[in-house]
């Protein structure tokens, strides 16, 4: 967030258009065959974010074996050059780039030289006191420390969903849930357990909880994304849902009855009203 602002501030300064190059599939996903790579947003997660910024383009480049084999002068003088026209570039503290992420920021000052643009770096100390990175997020959200990991993030960790048709279990003891699927399996998701969560649904702000887990006390085997809202008296099937995650209320639970569930949720719903109100 901090090289986004950098990067339109100083476009338009210099009457500019400011440009973000992203790659998808995540490098990892093509060269070691990772398909247990977890990200932290899904492509149109990122997209939707960058927007938010007021950037004039996202580039989304196709990453493939044979774009992972350009050497970095050829992707420099190939794509940043005769087909972005760059006339500067603002990176990380520890950005790689090229075959085999060989080149630095000393070889792209070299390049800068060369054909003629700016090179910019932000420091880790510009950023924060502390360096912050995906890893330590990822670590975060699979911990349950839901504040932590929004606080690295500068926003509130969310998902993005369809809601589709349940057991409607929860109806039967007053809780009634929307499930949430999610088609992207590469999307990260925080520990299972309970949380408070928020989603604007048809331009309102509704707060409610969320599990993520096996439903334990009904025997269930296959992980699914159950949300209650509070107060929300519409028929949400088949709506798409951005779930905002803001605090980790407990470990996901074995019940010995529905009526123990039920109590157990009560709890949840108070605890997460009072931390909602505490919000406000």
Known sequence: QSILKKL?????EQKNESIVLTFFPHPRMVLQQDSSIKLL??????ATLLEKFGLDYLIIQ????????????????????DKLNIH???????????????????????????????????????IDEITISSTKIRKA?????????????????????????G?????????????????ESYKLLPKNGVYVISSIINNVLYFGMMNIGKNPTIGENQQSIEVHFFELNENIYNKNLQISILEHIREEQKFNSLTELKAQLERDKLFSLNYIQNLK
């Open 141 to 165: 959200l699979l911990d349950g420390k839901i504040k932590l990991a929004n606080q690295f993030l500068g926003y509130s960790y969310f998902i993005s969903g369809h809601v589709i048709e």
């Open 88 to 126: 500067k570039i603002i990176i990380g503290h520890d950005h790689r780039f090229g075959k085999n992420r060989i080149a630095d920021i000393n070889d792209l000052i070299d390049f800068g030289k060369k054909y003629n643009f700016e090179v910019e770096q932000i420091s880790a100390q510009d």
């Open 41 to 46: 947003n899904t492509i149109d997660e990122k």
């Open 62 to 81: 196709p990453f493939d074996e044979t774009f992972s084999n350009m050497l970095a002068e050829d992707f420099v003088k190939n794509v940043l050059i």
């Open 8 to 12: 339109i501030h100083s476009a338009r």
């Open 167 to 183: 057991k409607k279990i929860g109806r039967t003891i007053n809780f009634p849930t929307a499930n949430i699927q999610i088609n």
